[in-house]
């Protein structure tokens, strides 16, 4: 094995450093704390391959993706919890788990010891998210090696073979293609020479896409003027049927807004028999009307994410007119962006979101 002349020697040293003091931790660790000792060792085998990698060939970058296959774990995501005896899981691993285990009315437990899992249980360990962002990790578009922690940005912003779209694309172009091939494209792109009529018809196009979405926000600020106005922040505790097959539903405490009082429900997948076998989770909702009205109530409502989550939900305006004979809404979709949101709300203890209710006067 050769070595790379000049500055790699202090670069070499310091990773043989690192990776010695990490090993000697390991082994130091290891009896009183598996977890902390795992962090250690990942450390040791990060700074083993970039050593590999600055000292050898091009072909000793492939170390990086052999630490990768060895260690075993699922680096899609920098966050890694651990149990109390110390095994690892990633954040959506650890989610989807604390999930499961509320949909199947059982207590979480860690994969492999079985031990109780929950977010006051178990923490982050930092040593190994260290040691994985500085795990080598290829690139998507020119199959290049990078430190974890650099990907992202490489990916966004440098690399030549990222895909990119023309610059005309406002006016219709629909190329697509690596980003060292868009100053050709663009030199001989069509679109800057099309006539008005042509791009009139394009942007007509581009413009229907974008009215719903208008749409959406004119009916947000014109709500806003109504005269009557509320809300309030909800919490949606989780409960269980009676069914011989139990289900889980989530229902808030009775809450007052517009001097009325209400109550939220909300169920998985439908009241799906076995959400839990299902990869994609959604929520549903439903606002019941429980004290008595002398005329119907009109009322426009939404819900949206509490102040403290960090769920994310579109909002959708939903419209329903309350009487005494038809006191509750159909279910609604809650509009979660996709299913790992809502494990995160399931893997939560409560669900907390705002409501608004506008009361429409005619």
């Not at 169920?267 to 009307?289: A, Y």
């Amino acid at each position: 094995m050769a070595l790379r002349p000049g500055g790699e020697w202090s670069s070499a040293l310091s990773h043989l450093a690192l990776g010695a003091v990490s090993l000697h931790a390991a082994l130091s660790t290891a009896q009183a704390n598996r977890g902390a000792a795992a962090g250690f060792l990942l450390q040791a085998l990060a700074a083993a391959t970039m050593l590999a990698s600055g000292l050898g060939t091009d072909e000793d970058c492939l170390a990086g993706a052999w630490v990768a296959t060895v260690i075993g774990l699922p680096l899609l995501a920098f966050d890694f919890h651990w149990c109390t005896n110390g095994h690892l899981m990633c954040a959506g691993c650890f989610i989807h788990l604390l999930a499961d285990a509320r949909l199947k009315e059982e207590q979480a437990t860690c994969p492999n010891c079985r031990c109780e899992i929950s977010k006051s249980l178990c923490c982050r360990n930092l040593a190994v998210e260290k040691a994985v962002s500085e795990l080598p990790s290829e690139c998507g578009f020119c199959l290049c090696q990078f430190p974890r922690s650099i990907l992202e940005r490489h990916q966004k912003e440098e690399c030549q073979d990222r895909v990119t779209q023309c610059k005309y694309k406002r006016i219709g172009c629909p190329w697509h293609g690596p980003f060292h091939e868009l100053t050709v494209h663009e030199a001989a792109c069509a679109h800057p020479t099309k006539t008005g009529n042509e791009l009139m018809e394009i942007l007509d196009e581009m413009d229907q896409s974008h009215r719903k979405e208008m749409q959406l926000y004119n009916s947000i600020f014109s709500l806003l003027s109504f005269e009557k106005i509320g809300y309030t922040e909800v919490q949606f505790r989780p409960y269980r049927t009676d069914d011989f097959i139990t289900r889980l539903y989530y229902e808030t405490p009775r809450f007052t807004v517009l001097n009325q009082t209400w109550v939220l429900k909300a169920r998985v997948n439908d009241s799906e028999r076995n959400p839990n076998l299902s990869c994609k989770r959604t929520l549903s909702f439903q606002l019941l009307l429980k004290s008595k009205v002398t005329a119907p109530l009109e009322c426009s409502f939404l819900l949206l994410k509490g102040p403290y989550d960090d769920v994310k939900i579109s909002p959708v305006i939903y419209h329903f007119v309350f009487t005494n004979e038809s006191n509750e809404t159909d279910y609604v979709p809650l509009p979660i962006v996709d299913s790992v949101e809502c494990n995160k709300l399931l893997a939560a203890k409560n669900i907390n979101l705002r409501l608004f209710l506008f009361q429409i006067q005619k």
